[in-house]
Structures are given as C-alpha cells and as structure tokens.
C-alpha cells in the first residue's frame, strides 16, 4: 500500500531494487489528496510501455510502472512523474485555466530557440508558439539537439530537457522537482510553475 493506493507487483524487480524502500521515500515526500486520483498502481512488464516506449503511465485512474528498473531512484523518478499527470487530470482548472503556466512555458521555449538559432540549427513548425504535445518537436530534441546538448543550453530556462518537450511535460518534470528535494532550484528557473505547485501541496490544508 502507498497511503490508501493498492501496489500489485506483476513481475519480479531487479535484484537490489527495495520497493519497500521506493514506497517508504514517497509516502514520506508526498501528502495524500495527491494521491488521490490513483486507485492502483501496477509493476511489471505491459506490452503498452513497451510500445510506447515509456517506463511508466497513468491511465484510467492505474499507474503502470515497468519491473525493469536501474535503480530505486529511478523507479521513484517514474511514479513520482506519473502521479504528476494524474493531479492534471483532476486539478487542470487550478493548473491552466489562467493561462499562466502556458505563457511562462512558451517564453522560455522562446528563450530555448534563439540560442538554438544562434547555434544555427533550424526549428520545427509550432516550436516557438504551441504547447501541446508534437512528436515532430519530440523527435527534434531527442534525437537531433540530443538530451546531452539540452542540458548544456537549458541552466536557468528549464529544469531539464524533458521538460522543453511539452506544457504538460514542463508540469510533470516541475512536480518531480518539487517533491524530490529541489524546490529552491524550481523557484528560481520557472516561478509560476512553483506558485502552481505550491497550491496543489497546499489544497489539503
């Protein structure tokens, strides 16, 4: 159990990866109405990560999480992401509705392209205006910038480079950043994503 959330385990993780451990560091981090959008989470090997190439997903209420995990860090870094997306869902109007988050994400997308620019590599379609989600913009940071160059170009503009990918992925990299210890560095690189954080952890009060 993680707070009132069943954990089934699938399939058997690597030797060396404490799930107790991994429930322990997130109960202790995380405060319950977070969790409240998750009715269970699942750890094993899903044909659906695998498709997808992702190791963990929220989806209808379950979190899906893979058993092939490098470390219990990392394992934590997915749940933590996914429980993210599942606060979106059921705290949007809190998150987007003023349109605050969106403009800050798009002004350092904005600040992101001219150093590119100025690095003479071009930019997609909709980099510098849309938030949603592209693949085209996906498979550009990726593979062609590369996650290696982004972290050298994004010290003071993002919190890492997932977080350039999309509006809702800069809202999950941002909660994992919070509830794992890095708040202070959160305020200071992206202020009204933190402002947003700080009303949801806040809401049970």
Do not use: C
């Not at 849309?130 to 003071?156: C, F, H, M, R």
Request: a negative charge.
């Amino acid at each position: 159990m993680l707070g009132n959330v069943n954990i089934y385990i699938k399939d058997q993780l690597p030797e060396g990866v404490d799930v107790d451990f991994v429930i322990r560091y997130v109960a202790k981090r995380l405060p319950n109405h977070v969790l409240s959008n998750i009715d269970i989470i699942y750890v094993g090997h899903f044909q659906d990560l695998v498709d997808r190439d992702v190791n963990a997903l929220w989806q209808n209420g379950a979190i899906y999480i893979t058993n092939q995990q490098d470390s219990e860090m990392d394992m934590i870094d997915d749940l933590i992401h996914e429980m993210a997306h599942s606060n979106e869902k059921q705290f949007e109007q809190i998150i987007y509705e003023d349109g605050k988050l969106e403009k800050e994400f798009l002004f350092r997308r904005n600040k992101l392209a001219q150093i590119l620019v100025d690095k003479e590599y071009s930019i997609p379609p909709g980099f510098i205006y849309s938030a949603d989600y592209d693949k085209v913009i996906d498979d550009y940071l990726y593979k062609e910038i590369t996650y290696n160059v982004l972290w050298q170009l994004i010290p003071g503009i993002f919190p890492s480079p997932y977080a350039v990918t999309s509006l809702r992925e800069y809202f999950a990299k941002g909660f994992e950043e919070f509830y794992m210890g890095r708040r202070q560095e959160l305020k200071d690189i992206s202020p009204v994503l933190f402002s947003k954080l700080m009303q949801l952890h806040d809401l049970e009060d």
